[in-house]
């Protein structure tokens, strides 16, 4: 695939993917560029390590400043969690650090887990909402309190 047809496809799926999706797009992109900083460490490429080092770390750091509606304790303890390893992430990068940018791939790796098994759920969430919908028929969805309707919050604890 060419380099502009490779392009069209990436736009074209950011564009029409979900927030939910992009996120999950952002995982994937911190997980790839972070193993290339690794590879660089091991066959002492300063530009591998430092381009892809650099390139997690940016989507570490849009994902940390990125403001999900979620509780607030929990949007705290995330962005303790990308605080994290933003930091192994330096660290793995200036000190050439095999163990740290270990750490910081294992962490986005289980992070990127915890994000697919949540989509999991809030899918099947709303396919109950929609199976519960169609079951009462079309008078009770519209005679229902849009307030009563709203989504369960989500929430992961550990």
């Known amino acids: 695939m060419s380099t ?12 029409t993917a979900s927030p939910e999706q ?8 911190a997980i790839r560029f972070a ?16 381009e892809g080092f650099s ?17 607030p304790t929990l949007r705290s303890r995330i ?10 992430l330096v660290d793995a990068s200036f000190e050439r650090d095999l163990g740290k940018a270990d750490k910081a791939i294992e962490l986005l790796e289980y992070e990127r887990e915890t994000w697919v098994l949540a989509m999991q759920r809030a899918a099947e969430l ?19 309190d849009p307030a009563s309707s709203r989504r369960p919050a989500l929430s992961i604890q550990g």
């Open 126 to 144: 709303r396919r109950a909402e929609t199976a519960a919908a169609s079951a009462s028929g079309p008078a009770a969805a519209v005679a229902t």
């Open 55 to 71: 390139r997690s770390r940016n989507i570490v750091l849009e994902l940390t400043n990125t403001k999900p509606d979620i509780d």
């Open 22 to 29: 992009l996120r999950l797009m952002l995982l994937d992109g």
């Open 35 to 50: 193993r290339q900083g690794r590879d660089g460490i091991t066959k002492k490429n300063h530009e591998q390590v430092f």
């Open 4 to 15: 502009e047809n490779a392009a069209a496809y990436l736009r074209t799926q950011v564009t």
């Open 79 to 88: 962005n303790g969690l990308y605080t994290f390893i933003y930091m192994q």
